[in-house]
């Protein structure tokens, strides 16, 4: 076989060991980018649920104020009433000491329906605070795993690489600049191989002249439907 065809396969191949080290670290991502969005949903119910408490809280101490207001203004009727003398004013007063009764019932009650608004969200506050723990304890155990798992991967990477730029340097520049060229469009297909008399990068059938000089091997070929480069693989099952 052609010495630089030869270099071509090789070269194809560890381009694709190369390619293929993106999807392993994505998946070894997915793990993590899962647990993050569990903690950062968590996060967010949790900050929902404490400003709905933060809220409840803060009606509960305005219905409080309005209390002490209204008692105070109750007050200061009871002391109006024991010095009128007519009846109209009497019954003027009477029906504002009432509505102020009123206005504390109603924000007594609220305080009560508050309180318990309070206490029901406390206690979801609770268990959110607890689940976000459980998943900040997930987080981090993904994170140690992608960082053990990726520094093999590092390793891994590292050798190929030196042996890319030791196949590299042994190359024809030409040669070289031909494979990038067809690489830049067919990706990892810029080196194919033929079965069947076909091209394994578009699958179209090759004329018998053009598939003898693939098996002959003497030059490098190109696939005249697709132009990725063609190869014998060394065995070919029978069809």
């Known amino acids: 076989m052609n ?31 899962k647990a993050l969005e569990e903690q950062e949903a968590a ?27 209204l008692a105070a203004k109750i007050d200061t009727i009871g002391k109006k009433s024991a010095a009128v003398k007519s009846e109209k004013e009497q019954k003027a007063l009477q029906l504002e000491e009432e509505i102020c009764k009123e206005q504390c019932d109603f924000s007594n009650e609220e305080i009560e329906r508050l309180e318990r608004v309070i206490e029901s969200k406390s206690e979801q506050e609770k268990e959110i605070e607890t689940s976000l723990k459980s998943v900040q304890t997930k987080v981090n155990e993904a994170k140690k795993e992608i960082e ?15 042996k890319k730029q030791e196949l590299v340097e042994k190359m024809s520049q030409k040669i070289l600049a031909f494979y990038e060229k067809i690489r830049k469009w067919a990706k990892n297909s810029a080196v194919v191989p033929v079965k069947k008399q076909a091209c394994y990068g578009c699958f179209m059938r090759i004329n018998d002249k053009t598939y003898s000089a693939v098996i002959k091997s003497e030059d490098i070929i190109t696939c005249p439907h697709c132009g990725r480069i063609l190869y014998k693989e060394a065995q070919e099952p029978k069809s």
């Open 3 to 33: 010495k630089y065809l030869n270099q071509l396969i090789e070269l194809s191949k560890i381009d694709k060991e190369i390619d293929s080290f993106g999807p392993r670290i994505e998946k070894i991502e997915q793990a993590l980018t």
């Open 148 to 162: 053990s798992q990726m520094q093999e991967i590092e390793k891994e990477r590292a050798i190929v690489f030196k």
């Open 43 to 69: 996060q967010g119910e949790l900050d929902k649920v404490a400003e709905q408490v933060k809220e409840a809280k803060l009606k509960k101490s305005q219905h409080e104020l309005q209390i002490e207001e």
